[in-house]
Nanobody, 123 residues
C-alpha cells in the first residue's frame, strides 16, 4: 500500500488546514488509519486514528476538539481537518495504515506510512 499525504502549508495561528492521505489500495476500507506528527528535534507523536470499520476514533489530548479525522472509502482517502491551529502544531504530519487495525495510538501499530507533509503555524 502506498500512501500520499498532501495539504500542508503555512498558516497563521487560529487558521485551518485540511490534510489528505490518498491510498493506492482499492480495499482501503479494510485498513485502520492514523495521523502522526514530528516536530524538529522531537519524536514522532500520535495525533488521531480511526479503526478499519469506523467504529472507533481516538485523538491526542493536545488536538482534541480542534482536529477531526475522517475517511472517504470511495476515494481511498483519509483526511485530517485541523482548526484553531497553534504554533505548537508545527510539524511534519504523516499518515499511516494497517490492515484491520483498531484505532491505535502507537507508531509500531502501523506498517504503511506516507512521506509526510509540512505544516507551519506562525504566531
Amino acid at each position: 500500500v502506498q500512501l500520499q499525504a498532501s495539504g500542508g502549508g503555512l498558516v497563521q495561528a487560529g487558521g485551518s488546514l485540511r490534510l489528505s492521505c490518498a491510498a493506492s489500495e482499492r480495499s482501503f476500507s479494510n485498513y485502520g488509519v492514523g495521523w502522526f506528527r514530528q516536530a524538529p528535534g522531537k519524536e514522532r507523536e500520535f495525533v488521531a486514528s480511526k479503526s478499519w470499520n469506523g467504529g472507533s476514533t481516538v485523538y491526542a489530548d493536545s488536538v482534541k476538539g480542534r482536529f477531526t479525522i475522517s475517511r472517504d472509502n470511495a476515494k481511498n482517502t483519509v483526511y485530517l481537518q485541523m482548526d484553531s491551529l497553534k504554533p505548537e502544531d508545527t510539524a511534519v504530519y504523516y499518515c499511516a495504515a494497517r490492515l484491520y487495525a483498531a484505532a491505535d495510538t502507537t507508531t509500531r501499530a502501523f506498517n504503511y506510512w506516507g512521506q509526510g507533509t509540512l505544516v507551519t503555524v506562525s504566531s
